[in-house]
């Protein structure tokens, strides 16, 4: 097995390597703004540092958000090219649960990550690998009871300390985390998810409203 993962769904570019058993190689960058600038030179460079090639590749993983529209479809629509090119699975997993398996946290906790807005990408977990909602995006203000007394790691629990003050690493996922809860997952015979976005939200781009049409006589 070789598993190449990779997440847009945060300001972090972040591809990773897994060999069925441990990260072999991985690689992250914090650049909200170059996400397909990023992406494949940084999958070409991994590739490298482990020695291998790409058609070396038994399935990919990809984080499928929540996360804004822009960034987020750079992640899926590379993975899909990628699958579609070598013939392999794409499995898709919930950022947040990247996150999560990735956080250093005994017993409930949140993750939160940066939905800008105002707002957070949110889920409630019973541990690393359990999450117990399904995510939401919503004003930090809003989930204030919901939250209360409970860890949180992200982004955005660091940006909204009045609603999170126990907020923790990890800030951004990370591939590796990715990569190795997908293979555990895969290990017990688990069915991972599709690789479709979950947006939660309409994009910032839409058609003006009043909008004319214009027909050719």
Known sequence: MLLLALDTATP???????DGTAVVAASSQVDARRHGELLLPAVDRLLAEAGTHLDAVTGIVVGVGPGPYTGLRVGLMTAD???LALGVPVHGLCTLDGLAY??????????????RRKEVYWARYEDPRTRVTEPAVDRPAEIADLVAGLPAVGAGALLYPDTFPDARAPEHVSAGALASLAAERLAAGEELEAPRPLYLRRPDAQVPKNYKVVTPK
């Open 81 to 83: 090219t990628f699958g």
């Open 102 to 115: 990735a956080a250093d946290v005994e017993g409930p906790f949140v993750v939160a990550t940066d939905a």
């Open 12 to 18: 972090a570019v972040t591809v990773a390597l897994h």
